[in-house]
């Protein structure tokens, strides 16, 4: 499994790659959502395993990591900020779901955001 420091780096060099789009003109604002997504995703990951949770493999069993880490259950508000940037992430690559830009900022400056903030604070403790 991959470590803490993978994890963050990981979620660092996919918002890099999404601060590296014009957003405004990019035709690709499909895959600026799962850039999001998995951005957020990497973060989470990287807390998780902090805690030494390392045995996912799959989506449901990252869905039920958010069960399994007491700090995680105890903030149910960085759940619902995942699954909202899963579910869009999902409808943009699977139901041909086209964010605006405007969604787009928002999952940034909103959900993301509010994840990687989650995040750093809790994994240095």
Known sequence: MASVAEHLAQARHN??????????????????VTIIFYAALHYIRGLLSRHQVT?????????KAF????????????????????DDSR?????MWSPAYGDIVDFRDGELRRIREF???????
């Open 67 to 86: 069960d399994r880490l007491t700090l995680l259950r105890q903030n149910p508000s960085i759940h619902t900020d995942y699954r909202q940037l899963k």
């Open 55 to 63: 045995n996912i493999s799959t989506y449901g069993d990252m869905d």
């Open 91 to 95: 409808a943009a690559r699977y139901n």
């Open 15 to 32: 918002e890099a790659f999404l601060e590296s789009l014009d957003l405004r003109t990019t035709p690709y604002l499909d895959w600026a």
């Open 119 to 125: 995040v750093l604070a809790h994994v240095a403790r």
